[in-house]
């Protein structure tokens, strides 16, 4: 008999502890229950990913429904979402091919305690990004000047020791010509220069009117690539060949262009991959500006310095 009531005050004290023990982890639970929601870096460059990050807490005996942002959320477009911390915690990487100040609106995630209790609704706090323009700080790519010509300095040197070391200078020449005419190439063979071959690409493209006909992302799918070839011509640059991230880490590595063109070309080509993988329309006037930046660039970094004349 004493057995049989030590049994029973022992599941009536479990019974009593598990209906305690569910109600206070639910009061507990729902009293702080947050979302919290930031980015990893409130100002970045256009073309620069944005981690926005949504995170559920307390994780502990919850179910929690994040949303699902699509192609867009707010003036950003989203290049990648997934769930983190056994489903606790969603990242979404953003990006934004223009400048300004931009709000990520709030959001709405829903959560509730287990399979019996109702869904509840708790909303984000907004957050707001800055986008930098790089070409904001390159300046005015236009304004750069023409190399000036060699300054000679006085050597002091009689003129006979000057005529002597011309005359020398004039032998060997004659003799380097002598020794290498066997080598001349053909007249029929012409090797033409990096800047040269872009030029005619660039005409070619204006001479086919995509833009009249409407065909927007070729035209801007033919301008990237012949910017990227004359990369590969002028710098031995295998750009054709990489994606526009790749190529801007190979960039970032080497110091053949100074900073002024390194960020005129990250803004051009994620402009042209704006248009041609985000569904962006460019007006008239953008695309004008981008096809006159090509030229600028091909301009001012080619050997010979003989700006082409184009328009479009």
């Known amino acids: 008999m004493k057995k049989t009531k030590n049994n029973c005050f022992r ?10 023990s569910a109600n206070l982890s639910f009061s ?6 947050q979302v919290k929601a930031y980015v990893d870096n409130n100002k970045v460059y256009i073309g620069d990913t944005v981690k926005y990050i949504l995170e559920c807490k307390p994780a502990r005996a919850l179910e929690v429904e994040f949303p699902e942002a699509g192609d867009k959320l707010g003036d950003f477009s989203v290049r990648e979402q997934s769930l983190k911390r056994k489903g606790f915690q969603k990242q979404y990487h953003l990006v934004s091919y223009k400048p300004g100040v931009f709000t990520i609106p709030a959001l709405s995630v829903r959560y509730r305690f287990n399979n019996n209790s109702e869904w509840q609704d708790i909303q984000t706090d907004k957050v707001i990004v800055e986008v930098a323009s790089i070409l904001g700080e390159a300046g005015d790519i236009s304004d750069i000047r023409d190399i000036k010509g060699p300054f000679i300095a006085s050597t002091g040197m009689s003129w006979p020791l000057i005529i002597v070391l011309m005359m020398i200078a004039v032998a060997a020449a004659a ?3 002598f020794q290498n005419r066997h080598r001349a190439l053909p007249k029929d063979e012409v090797v033409k220069s990096a800047h040269e071959i872009a030029y005619e690409a660039l ?4 001479r086919r009117d995509y833009l009249k006909l409407g065909k927007i992302k070729e035209f ?7 910017i990227r070839v004359y ?4 710098f031995n640059l295998r750009a054709p060949e990489m994606t526009t991230e790749e190529f801007l880490n190979t960039l970032r590595q080497n110091d053949f262009l100074s900073g002024k063109y390194k960020n005129l070309l990250k803004e051009f080509l994620s402009h042209c991959d704006l248009v041609k993988f985000a569904k962006y329309g460019p007006s008239t ?4 500006k981008t096809f006159d930046s090509a030229i600028k660039f091909v301009d001012q970094t080619k050997i010979e310095n003989k700006p082409g004349k184009y328009d479009i």
Do not use: H, M, P
């Open 203 to 206: 005409e070619e493209l204006k």
């Open 28 to 33: 507990i639970s729902a009293a702080e229950v």
């Open 11 to 20: 599941f009536c004290a479990c019974v009593f502890l598990f209906f305690l």
């Open 285 to 288: 006037e953008e695309t004008a």
């Open 175 to 177: 003799y380097f010509i």
């Open 220 to 226: 801007y799918a033919e301008l990237s690539f012949i």
């Open 231 to 234: 990369l590969e011509n002028r």
